[in-house]
């Protein structure tokens, strides 16, 4: 089992940034591929990035490439995820996912976060 613990959501302005961490405890964190996903309300959990178990390499979904950053710190089991130019559209709750294959499906990752919520005020 890997626990997953999402911190550093909340209120902030457009054009603002955040900081999303994502501290693991359990099995080996550095076993793991990560992923960031997000859900809207009445919206379904879309792919935000991920990283390889090594960081070696990341991906990102277009449209926030450029403003999104994911990275992992193995030494300190945390994944995060910089948010910068941040629009109210990415309000949304965020959730951290393990999973031994990296990918951009939820079915993709077998541990999940309990989600932190950005809320992006215009």
């Known amino acids: 089992q890997v626990q997953l613990v999402e911190s550093g959501g909340g209120l902030v302005q457009a054009g603002g940034s955040l900081k999303l961490s994502c501290a693991a405890s359990?099995?080996?964190?550095?076993?793991?591929?990560m992923g960031w996903f997000r859900q809207a309300p009445g919206k379904e959990r879309d792919f935000v990035a991920a990283?390889?178990?090594?960081?070696?390499?990341?991906y990102a979904v277009d449209s926030m490439k450029e403003r999104f950053t994911i990275s992992r710190d193995n030494a300190q089991n945390t994944v995060y995820l910089q948010m910068n130019s941040l629009k109210p559209e990415d309000t949304a709750v965020y959730y951290c996912?393990?999973?031994?294959?990296?990918?951009?499906?939820?079915?993709?990752?077998?541990?999940w976060g309990q989600g932190t919520q950005v809320t992006v005020s215009s």
């Open positions: 996912a393990a999973g031994r294959i990296i990918g951009s499906r939820s079915r993709d990752y077998d541990y």
């Open positions: 359990g099995r080996t964190f550095s076993n793991y591929a």
């Open positions: 990283i390889r178990r090594s960081g070696s390499s990341t």
